[in-house]
């Protein structure tokens, strides 16, 4: 027998290996294996077996590593898709599917003495008090970590060992699972009666789950319906999600709940794991994202592998949880960014699930109270089916939002502009005597966002990258928010010729809000909520939990606390600074505002008491701002859909972006240049193709590397995949020039 191998170097190619005799039946297609390469042992991932090989003298694998396959066949079809789709090596596309705790060659499985009661001889044994105080608690515990008896017996190992001498007691070593939220207390819930909206919408679900069984081969089942739920903010989209899992649990099947990273709260969580942490559909609900341990990750991770665990919630990398059977994929706020990766695969984890879904078999649930253009665009193609949920759950209206002009705060004032305006210092006090709560949102951390001379014009920029300094007050520092530079703050202007001692700070940032706060609501406590303020890993978790059991009043943060958040006392929203995401180039800026804007609102007024949203603007009749102050997602979409089809932007075509970077400016252009002559050449025939470029990217410095960018547009996107992989493998670039491949980017910096 033979093992066709992908290694975890970016070759390209699959490698044959011997499949020695006492390995026959243990090595299957997503096996992990060491195997020789060269002069070295090097892991890898069984991709198919074959009878025999072309190649003479195979070498013969090594090591099998754990006693289960970790890459099950269909995810590896969905890693190889990803390999063909965004321009990567398969290689490359497995490292995403198997986490880094999971890879490793020895399982990371952690092991404590454990103590277990045995049952008493006929003739108990005699007992010192201290012994018998410990045998109570052992008797009544049955089993437990010796470390955790001997917190509660206040003893030592010594007093439990005689106990096992005396018979009483065995102590062995155990697995020991990590869970990072087994300290929270889950007291179980019962389903909530639904809505007609909420009816209709999870009837159609549970319908398309309950088709005939699927074809389950690695390529592909027969593809299920994609559905599009379009609810406004707490329209109770997450009691639907629920509903329908517990539909798919009934038959045999899991589920997959994907969340933006920053909306993965101890509130999303704690709601799965209360509603089936009993009853008839009983499971483990895992949870997979960047917060966890290496050791907890890799514990979850084996829970969905061994079948333990039917329900995975995580950011977006648990698109790959080995969850099999698999009835449901549900991508909440599907529009957010978050979902694409950054680095390669450049991935974009809604539409692998789409794609998964499809060849699984299983339905995929893309819901959003602001959906992005492409998907509701394929709702109009017939593409995706839309179940709208236009009214809020508990029945209570949108809150009201009041665009406030900015300008004319300004010329009131006579000076630079205000943090706050007059109506939103008001509402902020009438919250504080009603003792209700308010969330500040501004999207932007520090305290200024940059240092300048007004004499000479100097502002104070990053060595390394084409951005500003921000000032950080608490640390006294200036800061760069790309490439981490930190510099100490001058007390004069840095310009040899100039040395002006009146530099001052401009920009506002959450650290300013939070001190401005202070000083005009010195009886208010006030909690902010960015990266700067997040340093521990349950951070997050105190914040949120003081601000929700009513320890805060105000909450100041960044797009953290733009959605998924569920407070029912608070009933003002201020938004600082609304235009900041429009003045950036790209297509999409208008789109991000409008969300941004929209799910921020969407905090206010979500239990008893009206909401009132406050949106700060210096160009307050921008339609985004106009159309989110409305809550007219629909007339947003008609607007921006016929500016994109003029311009043949998304989702009238598709984007690749390639960015070439290095150190040397003129060598970056030259290669540029260069790649377009090859694009030019290699694609003349096409029609439908649009190539802008090369051109400096927005930021046109990043991390001391100079950026260049071409951007390719065409209707289809899997045969220009497939001319952009042989450029990368086919083009030779100079050793200190980097060429990267984006395909369906959602940043254009």
Avoid at 230 to 245: F, M, P
Avoid at 488 to 506: D, E, L, M, Y
Avoid at 650 to 668: D, Q, Y
């Amino acid at each position: 027998m033979v093992a066709r191998v992908t290694l975890e170097l970016a070759l390209r190619k699959e490698f044959d290996y011997a499949i020695p005799a006492e390995f026959v039946g243990r090595v299957e297609v997503g096996t992990r294996v060491k195997v020789p390469f060269g002069h070295r042992q090097v892991l890898g991932v069984v991709t198919a077996l074959a009878d025999d090989s072309a190649h003479a003298n195979l070498k013969a694998i090594t090591r099998v590593i754990g006693t289960q396959s970790l890459v099950t066949p269909k995810v590896l079809a969905l890693a190889r898709w990803i390999s063909d789709y965004y321009c990567c090596p398969v290689e490359t596309a497995l490292k995403s599917v198997l986490p880094d705790s999971v890879r490793k060659e020895e399982e990371g499985w952690r092991e404590r003495l454990h103590v277990h009661a045995l049952p008493p001889p006929a003739e108990f044994p005699k007992l010192t008090q201290r012994q018998e105080t410990i045998w109570r608690i052992i008797e009544e515990w049955r089993e437990l970590p010796l470390q955790e008896l001997l917190r509660l017996g206040e003893t030592t190992g010594e007093t439990v060992r005689k106990l096992e001498d005396k018979g009483l007691v065995r102590i062995a070593p155990k697995v020991d699972e990590r869970d990072p939220y087994a300290k929270e207390q889950i007291v179980a819930t019962q389903p909530l009666p639904l809505n007609a909206r909420q009816s209709e919408a999870l009837a159609k679900i549970i319908a398309a789950t309950d088709r005939p069984a699927q074809n389950d081969g690695p390529g592909g089942g027969v593809p299920a319906p994609a559905f599009l739920l379009h609810g406004v903010t707490s329209s109770g989209k997450t009691e639907v999600y629920l509903q329908a899992i517990a539909h798919v649990l009934e038959q045999g099947r899991g589920a997959i709940v994907l969340v933006p990273e920053i909306a993965l709260t101890p509130q999303t969580v704690e709601r799965f794991k209360a509603r089936f942490s009993s009853g008839p559909q009983q499971t483990l609900v895992a949870v997979l994202h960047s917060h966890l341990s290496s050791g907890e990750r890799h514990d979850e991770w084996h829970k969905i592998r061994q079948g333990r665990a039917k329900i995975v919630i995580g950011a977006r990398s648990a698109i790959f949880a080995p969850v099999d059977p698999l009835g449901l994929i549900i991508v909440d706020e599907e529009h957010e960014h978050s979902y694409k990766q950054e680095e390669a695969p450049r991935y974009h984890a809604r539409d692998v699930a789409v794609v998964r879904g499809q060849r699984e078999g299983a339905v995929v649930v893309l819901g959003s109270a602001t959906p992005s253009l492409e998907s509701y665009h394929n709702t109009k193609r017939g593409k995706y089916m839309l179940l709208e949920m236009p009214d809020r759950a508990t029945e209570m209206k949108l809150p009201v939002v009041r665009v406030v002009d900015m300008r004319q705060e300004q010329l009131r004032r006579k000076g630079p502009p205000p943090i706050f305006s007059e109506p939103l210092k008001e509402a902020i006090t009438q919250r504080l005597e009603r003792g209700e709560q308010t969330m500040l949102f501004l999207n932007r951390r520090g305290y200024s966002t940059s240092l300048q001379c007004e004499k000479c014009g100097f502002v104070a920029g990053c060595p390394n990258c084409s951005v500003s300094l921000t000032f950080h007050r608490a640390a006294q520092r200036l800061m760069c928010h790309i490439c981490g530079h930190e510099e100490r703050v001058p007390t004069k202007c840095p310009q040899p010729q100039c040395g002006n001692p009146a530099i001052r700070f401009s920009g506002v940032g959450t650290e300013r809000v939070e001190d401005t706060l202070a000083k005009l609501f010195p009886k208010a406590r006030v909690q902010r909520m960015d990266s700067d303020t997040l340093k521990r890993k349950d951070d997050f978790r105190r914040i949120l939990t003081d601000f929700r059991m009513g320890k805060t009043d105000i909450l100041v943060g960044t797009q953290m606390i733009a959605k998924g958040l569920h407070f029912p006392n608070v009933t003002l929203v201020g938004i600082i600074y609304a235009d900041m995401a429009l003045h950036i180039p790209d297509f999409r800026a208008g789109e991000r505002t409008f969300q941004l804007l929209t799910q921020v609102s969407g905090r206010a007024g979500r239990g008893d008491i009206e909401g009132e949203v406050f949106v700060q603007s210096f160009t307050p009749f921008h339609p985004a701002i106009q159309y989110a102050r409305r809550h007219d997602f629909l007339g947003f979409y008609d607007q921006e859909i016929e500016f994109r089809e003029q311009l043949r932007y998304p989702p009238f075509a598709r984007v690749a972006l390639l960015t070439l970077k290095g150190r040397n400016e003129e060598k970056v252009k030259f290669t540029a240049d260069h790649i377009r002559r090859w694009l030019d050449g290699h694609l003349a025939g096409w029609t439908d193709l649009v190539i802008a470029g090369p051109a400096p990217a927005p930021l046109a410095r990043a991390e001391s590397f100079f950026r260049y960018q071409l951007m390719l547009r065409a209707r289809q996107m899997s045969r220009l995949s497939s001319e952009l992989t042989k450029l990368q493998i086919g083009v030779a670039l100079p050793e200190d020039i980097t060429l990267t491949v984006d395909v369906d980017p959602v940043s254009l910096a």
